[in-house]
């Protein structure tokens, strides 16, 4: 269940600490411990919390426990905002880990993309379609997502809708001259697809799903990608492929036979991307605008996504060495 954000009265020196991740226990006394932030470097060392922290570690345990009691939480805390999981040990200890967030999606330029990779995202967004960002839990699909909206309104306006479990970059309200946007968490799995649909009814351009796991919120996005909308979704997946077949796997079971044309007709681009020692790994595919018998499109119709890796590999080429995918 979705918690409602933290709020304490003061500033706390955690702020002023370079963390990307911090842990706590909750149901006993123990030294924290925090991992350094260094631009989304995986495989960082670990290190308790310097003695000077404590007492304002401490405070953040104390609103853990008064307030957090679910599961997932977007948390602020003392100027910071953070995404906080709870988890309960094989032992039975009880912690929560506490993700940094900044309040603004980062530009599009430093999330760590190769150069010629922001473009080409940024001119997405004149599209309808399913744009689609996968990877591994952690790898910042949702930071990706959520700047790739922020961009598109600022840039091109319009109405954006997300709907998030839970909220964790402030975009409510104007973005740009000519954007807006709304913000709304889930607070049952099974509310993912109905929101998705009550989101129509808005009339957004854009449409920001935090992540598909439901067979009807398959179905609701299929639908939307293919009726005049741009929707920015995630999927938990170790490669496109992966995510492509996932995703008409949940579609198939409400749609049938119908799922592979719809995601065929629909896709955009997939983008997958996952942290390394160098930074952000990413590939991607896209289809071509306004040609339905793209190949791309016929082998996904065909159901023969494993062989799109070809042209995923030729579109990365030609974008390194021309600067442009088509």
Not at 151 to 168: A, H, K, M, S
Request: proline share 4%; hydrophobic share 40%.
């Amino acid at each position: 269940m979705i918690q409602t954000a933290i709020v304490p009265s003061r500033q706390s020196r955690l702020s002023e600490l370079n963390f990307m991740d911090i842990y706590v226990r909750l149901d006993a006394d123990a030294v924290a411990h925090y991992r350094a932030g260094r631009g989304g470097v995986i495989d960082l060392p670990d290190a308790d919390l310097p003695p000077e922290y404590s007492a304002d570690a401490e405070a953040l345990v104390d609103h853990l426990r008064e307030h957090f009691d679910g599961v997932e939480a977007a948390v602020d805390f003392g100027g910071m905002r953070m995404r906080a999981t709870r988890l309960e040990s094989a032992r039975g200890d009880v912690w929560a880990a506490l993700r940094r967030l900044p309040d603004r999606p980062l530009p599009l330029e430093k999330l760590g993309l190769i150069p010629q990779l922001p473009q080409v995202l940024e001119d997405l967004g004149r599209r309808s379609g399913l744009i689609l960002v996968c990877g591994a839990s952690g790898q910042g699909k949702t930071s990706t997502v959520s700047s790739l909206l922020s961009r598109y309104l600022e840039i091109y306006g319009g109405i954006g809708f997300t709907l998030e479990d839970p909220v964790e970059y402030d975009l409510e309200g104007r973005c740009g001259k000519n954007g807006y946007c709304y913000q709304t968490e889930i607070k049952q799995e099974s509310d993912w697809g109905a929101m998705l649909k009550r989101a129509l009814r808005w009339h957004p351009h854009y449409i920001a799903v935090g992540e598909i796991r439901t067979r009807d919120c398959a179905n609701q996005a299929l639908r939307a990608a293919t009726s005049g909308h741009t929707v920015l979704a995630t999927m938990h997946a170790g490669s496109m492929e992966e995510a492509l077949e996932g995703l008409l796997q949940l579609a198939e079971q409400d749609l049938g036979g119908r799922a592979a044309l719809l995601l065929a007709a629909g896709l955009t681009g997939v983008l997958y991307q996952a942290f390394s020692q160098s930074g952000l790994f990413a590939q991607f595919m896209l289809t071509e605008c306004d040609n339905p018998g793209s190949a791309v499109r016929a082998m996904i119709r065909d159901k023969r996504i494993g062989m799109t890796r070809t042209i995923a590999d030729q579109q990365m080429a030609r974008l390194i060495q021309n600067g442009r995918v088509f």
